[in-house]
């Protein structure tokens, strides 16, 4: 079992910045992949980024450039660093891990809200 706390929402002006944190515990060992979805009112839950043990990452298509994933390996976190952030971005951002054995688990997630 893996469990996930996210902290750093909240509300910012468009074009503003945001960092989120997620902190992993329980079966961190382990651990493949650390990642970043997001739900939206109304809409389906979106892959946002992602980042490997090994430190490789992807992106989607609309926050390429604006957003940055980072891992911190011996404390076990991620982050997601937001910049040029839009209303668009508004929505509920979940981080998750992937395990080796390839269960995913969610955190309780964190709400974003982005003014224009």
């Known amino acids: 079992q893996v469990q996930l706390v996210e902290s750093g929402g909240g509300l910012v002006q468009a074009g503003g910045s945001l960092r989120l944190s997620c902190a992993a515990s329980?079966?961190?060992?382990?651990?493949?992949?650390m990642g970043w979805y997001r739900q939206a009112p109304g809409k389906q839950r979106e892959f946002i980024a992602a980042i490997t043990s090994g430190g490789s990452t992807n992106y989607a298509d609309s926050v390429k450039g604006r957003f940055t994933i980072s891992r911190d390996n011996a404390k076990n976190t991620v982050n997601l660093q937001m910049n040029s952030l839009k209303p668009e971005d508004t929505a509920v951002y979940y981080c998750?891990?992937?395990?080796?054995?390839?269960?995913?688990?969610w955190g309780q997630g964190t709400q974003v809200t982005v003014s224009p």
């Open positions: 998750y891990v992937l395990t080796n054995d390839m269960r995913k688990y």
């Open positions: 329980g079966s961190i060992f382990s651990i493949y992949k």
